[in-house]
């Protein structure tokens, strides 16, 4: 039995829907994410698993009870605020054992419990500091462990490392994985990053306008995504708007507008007739200088428009000879090498025929 | 001034790849066409920055020195006269008696004294009455307190809109006159026979000072982030431990202002005990004014402000030492 179950669940604000007929549940032990643009609904969403929103159809369910009436002081269920509403006049001591008091545990317990959660997040040297004494990473910390202290069966976190800055990010990225790995709380995460997303989950729901646009692993988010939305909200991508001229279990043949016939990985489904865009990645596809010999089938004259260096990277913006711009990605791995071209420069761009995924309208 | 501590910091201590950044950039605006470790243009930018802060003094001194004087002449000034006055004889028809025989006036009290002082410690009544009045103003601001903090949780929590007119409307009375609202009362106590007693002066005072409370309340209740009792409540609080355990806490320092703009005017006010009260409702505030009024006994009565003075002084410091000590304890 799954540990979250979300069914069907509703939620209108007047005319607006925020939340759609929405269904999925959360098996125990998992890092679950809700990624999405703001306003789609994750935000609502986790505040009605929290118990501060009713939904207005549908059922929550955990451990297979029906939450409906339970108010979230009786849930076992414990939430990390984006800004992390710590209380200002307790020491991070006893924001920390803030759970524990409220369950009546023993002073026993409690001295236990928050040794060993101060020693997990790293602040025991800091359990007598007020939260305006810590840097905002501790902050975090306090937070984490305050949620986590008086384990509950799911910790809800409502974009918890959003205001932090890109470096402090990372390593609580790394913390907090660690920290689920240990504790084996299940997480239910809420982020409009999707590299936060794909860096920290084992699955991925993907929201948008209220409703779950895809649920899957990171990889395959990243690699199959199911429509044009998810495949332009995670990550970076070229979509070349095509028509779908033969389809085989082999493989496909895209006809493109103004740039000719090109091959593509089947999918299952397509018919020829089909109109919609092959979706392609920066780092799929590969430029050379102009006129080099081409093994690849999938081959066409650009020109390079512009480049963004980024240090371990170099983007291309290529202009193909249909007027579509794509972005190419090339790695600096070479010593010395911090670009390969120049704007302006012809180029010959390249991309595998089992590359990219077609996405029909 | 807590809450900028990081802030100072992150500015104290630029990191040391900013601070080369920024000196690389200063020596592209201030190009240097003489060796850089040359003194000349160092001491050019030293003058400069002079310069600049003379005139930040300079501003400084200009925007304090109104309210500076002004603070001298009306309230320093004064209560040095006031304490002069408290060593002197009154005078033979009120004011003060000369500091020095003068031709013409050979009376006795003449110089300075300790009389008032002896006087004060030597009768009981007036150790009474200052009891009283300390009672009055302490029962007036724990009634103002419960009755005010309802309502300043009330406008706190409604929607921004209502607020302003809520808070209007507290504010209201003030736009008639203090004796007026007064009398009012006499003609609501005198049929519930309430009038000429010492619960006709508490109720008087505390009508007149209930604004006071509710004001420095709401102000400090409105700044409450509402995801703190959302927290609170996520980690297993009930309604009433969040109120316990949170609000009333963080309101401590409202309660606090309030409660000095309400103990310390009632301490001196006697329109109220002298329009409501019975004879034997007498606050410090009516014998200090009966003083000046009626017995013309100004060094009596400077004497008296005085020691009001202290003793306010005294429970202030009592008070921030109790808070302190709590503190530390926490």
Known sequence: ?361 | MRGCSSVSEAEKAPSPALSRTLSRLRARVFPSPTPVDSPAPLAGEGRGERARRRQQDLTKWAITTPPFVFLTAFFLLPFLLVVAASFRYPGEFGGLAPLLPLLGAPGKDVGLTLETYRFFFGDLTYAEIFIRSFLVAGLTTLICILLAYPVALLIARSPKKRRDLMVLLVILPFASNLLIRVYAWIIILGPLNLLYTPYAVVIGMVYVHLPFMVLPLYTNLEKHDPALLEAAQDLGANGWTRFWRITFPLSLPGIFSGSALVFIPVLGMFAIPELLGGTGDILVGNLIKEQFLDNRDWPLGSMLSIMLTLAVLALAGLAAWAARSRRGEA
């Open chain 1, 1 to 361: 039995m799954a540990l979250l179950e979300i069914q069907g669940v509703t939620r209108r604000y007047g005319d607006l829907v925020a939340v759609d007929d929405v269904s999925f549940s959360v098996e125990s032990g998992e890092f679950f994410t809700l990624l999405g643009p703001s306003g789609c609904g994750k935000t609502t969403l986790l505040r009605m698993i929290a118990g501060f929103e009713d939904p207005d159809r549908g059922r929550i369910l955990l451990d297979g009870k029906d939450l409906a009436g339970t108010p979230p002081e009786k849930r076992p269920v414990h939430t990390v605020f984006q800004s992390y509403a710590l209380f200002p006049h307790m020491t991070v001591r006893d924001n920390i054992a803030f759970p524990l008091r409220m369950a009546k545990k023993s002073e026993e317990e409690v001295r236990q419990r928050l040794q060993e959660t101060l020693d997990q997040v790293h602040l025991a040297d800091k359990s007598r500091h007020y939260p305006h004494e810590l840097s905002g990473g501790q902050k975090q910390r306090v937070a984490l462990a305050r949620g986590l202290v008086n384990k509950p069966r799911l910790l809800l976190l409502d974009e918890p490392l959003g205001a932090l800055d890109a470096k402090l990010r990372e390593r609580m990225q790394l913390e907090l994985i660690g920290l689920q790995r240990d504790v084996g709380v299940t997480f239910v995460f809420v982020t409009h990053a999707q590299q936060e997303a794909l860096a920290l989950s084992d699955r991925i729901g993907v929201m948008n306008e209220g409703r779950v646009e895809q649920l899957d692993e990171p990889s395959r988010i990243y690699g199959f995504p199911r429509n044009r939305f998810v495949a332009d909200f995670i990550g970076d991508i070229n979509l070349l708007e095509s028509e779908v001229l033969e389809a085989n279990p082999a493989h496909l043949k895209l006809q493109v507008a103004g740039l000719g016939e090109i091959a593509a990985p089947p999918t299952a489904g397509i018919k020829p007739g089909d109109k919609g865009a092959l979706a392609l990645r920066p780092e799929q596809l590969r430029i050379a200088p102009h006129g080099s010999p081409q093994e690849l089938k999938n081959h066409f004259p650009g020109t390079v428009l512009d480049f963004l260096y980024l240090g371990d990277v170099t983007v291309y913006k290529v202009a193909l000879p249909n007027g579509v711009v794509m972005d190419a990605l090339l790695a600096n791995s070479a010593p010395g090498r911090a670009k390969f071209f120049e704007t302006g420069d012809a180029v010959e761009m390249a991309w595998r025929h089992d590359a990219g995924l077609f996405l029909r309208e």
